[in-house]
T-cell receptor, first 117, second 115 residues
Framework: GAGVSQSPSNKVTEKGKDVELRCDPI?????LYWYRQSLGQGLEFLIY????????KSGLPSDRFSAERTGGSVSTLTIQRTQQEDSAVYLC???????????????FGPGTRLTVL | KQEVTQIPAALSVPEGENLVLNCSFT??????LQWFRQDPGKGLTSLLL?????REQTSGRLNASLDKSSGRSTLYIAASQPGDSATYLC??????????????FGQGTILTVHP
């Protein structure tokens, strides 16, 4: 079956512009995660959605970052007024999840490479 | 706060060698530990997942062990091949506190297997 997909694969933008990154999780997966991979910082957790529960936004680096998940499926990560330090690869992952917590394997998409000029 | 450390940062070996990658974590309150592979410019491919109640998992030439009490995991690659060249990432799924449900990653080990 289809894995996690992300679009666009690459995005180049100018400082100060807003960008939207999209993630399509594996069908039926209730948990969805966003991570960021940047030079010098490694892979960092950003935000986590589990079913209909309120998302865990504790990893978002500033209020310029927001994410939503519509209909329990597709998710969009929005970065407003982009800065050069936002340049990174943004990875999305999904897992089957459970009511008791995300005890299972996370499957990652190919990522979106964001470059802010 | 959970911290994950991987040693070595880089490793270069000739084809055919058996090798061990190390991962350590500071908080033993984990649900599971995953080893991933990342090829340049690509996403993450899950290699092995070990639940906190397990000691090891095997897949083909790969074997991962977990010692939760000491906060350590190793990934053993047997008979390495040039196609194994990639960055290997260790990540723990946190069980408690503010880190609940999140994967914390190590910085990775860059493996090069030369013919």
């Amino acid at each position: 079956g289809a894995g996690v997909s992300q679009s666009p694969s690459n995005k180049v933008t100018e400082k100060g512009k807003d960008v939207e990154l999209r993630c399509d999780p594996i069908s039926g997966h209730t948990a969805l995660y966003w991570y960021r991979q940047s030079l010098g910082q490694g892979l960092e957790f950003l935000i986590y959605f589990q079913g209909n529960s309120a998302p865990d936004k504790s990893g978002l680096p500033s209020d310029r970052f927001s994410a939503e998940r519509t209909g329990g499926s597709v998710s969009t990560l929005t970065i407003q007024r982009t800065q050069q330090e936002d340049s990174a690869v943004y990875l999305c992952a999904s897992s089957p999840g459970s009511s008791g917590g995300p005890l299972v394997e996370q499957f990652f998409g190919p990522g979106t490479r964001l470059t802010v000029l | 706060k959970q911290e994950v450390t991987q040693i070595p940062a880089a490793l270069s070996v000739p084809e055919g060698e058996n090798l061990v990658l190390n991962c350590s974590f500071t908080d033993s309150a984990i649900y599971n530990l995953q080893w991933f592979r990342q090829d340049p410019g690509k996403g993450l491919t899950s290699l092995l997942l070990i639940q906190s109640s397990q000691r090891e998992q095997t897949s083909g030439r790969l074997n991962a062990s977990l010692d939760k009490s000491s906060g350590r995991s190793t990934l053993y690659i047997a008979a390495s091949q040039p196609g194994d060249s990639a960055t290997y990432l260790c990540a723990v799924l946190n069980a408690g506190g503010t880190s609940y449900g999140k994967l914390t990653f190590g910085q990775g080990t860059i493996l090069t297997v030369h013919p």
